[in-house]
């Protein structure tokens, strides 16, 4: 089925470690985002793409790095994990001609 | 800058109730307004969407319409099911270039039979 696919679903890592949340799309989207999602926060913009080569801060992006090399493909990156990056990660993709959004299924990290 | 504000819940119904979930917003310009609905365990879908002041977005018997006038965009729906408990998010953005989503903090509804 076309969508927003990300791995994996659960992590658990040790303060300081390092990991890469995959995200992929299969619809030829320009548009890739990541947001964070935390209780009584919403959701918020760690880092967004508007193209293959472009990327862009959003309003969290303290901690995190972004690559896009394909259209296909936004990994998030966490180069030295804390306790206050415990969240569930989505990553998300849009045709810059419509306005709605398709989200993967998250990924529950946790920071111990 | 821009913001969304969602009432707080949880907003308990019993089935066949007429639902109501308050959205306003702030915004500089002419923003596109969404509904986002959450399943438990599940990313989040699009529920519906309105681009311009009076559109009025519609899908799976919700509604909301967009009111420049008091800057609102509730959602409403006519008669809730127990399948429609779920977390709701309003979202705004810009339409122009690359849209940012900005979320209110979203609102849980428990139907029950």
């Known amino acids: 089925n076309a969508g927003v696919t990300q791995t994996p679903k659960f992590q658990v890592l040790k303060t300081g470690q390092s990991m890469t949340l995959q995200c992929a799309q299969d619809m030829n989207h320009e548009y890739m985002s990541w947001y964070r999602q935390d209780p009584g926060m919403g959701l918020r913009l760690i880092h967004y793409?508007?193209?293959?080569?472009?990327?862009d801060q959003g309003e969290v992006p303290n901690g995190y790095n972004v690559s896009r090399s394909t259209t296909e493909d936004f990994p998030l990156r966490l180069l030295s994990a804390a306790p206050s990056q415990t969240s569930v990660y989505f990553c998300?993709?849009?045709?810059?001609?419509?306005?709605?959004?398709?989200f993967g299924s998250g990924t529950r990290l946790t920071v111990v | 800058g821009n913001s969304v504000t969602q009432m707080e819940g949880p907003v308990t119904l019993s089935e066949e109730a007429f639902l109501t979930i308050n959205c306003t917003y702030t915004?500089?310009?002419?923003?596109?307004l969404f509904w986002y609905v959450q399943y438990p365990g599940e990313g989040l879908q699009l529920l519906l969407k309105?681009?311009?002041?009076?559109d009025k977005g519609s899908n799976k018997g919700f509604e909301a319409t967009y009111r420049k006038e008091t800057t609102s965009f509730h959602l409403e729906k006519g008669s809730v099911q127990v399948s429609d408990s779920a977390v709701y998010f309003c979202a705004l953005s810009k339409n122009t270039g690359f849209q940012k989503l900005v979320f209110g903090t979203g609102t849980r509804l428990l139907v029950s039979p």
């Open positions: 793409s508007v193209g293959a080569g472009i990327t």
């Open positions: 998300a993709s849009s045709d810059r001609r419509d306005y709605g959004y398709t």
């Open positions: 915004a500089t310009g002419y923003p596109s």
């Open positions: 309105a681009t311009k002041a009076d």
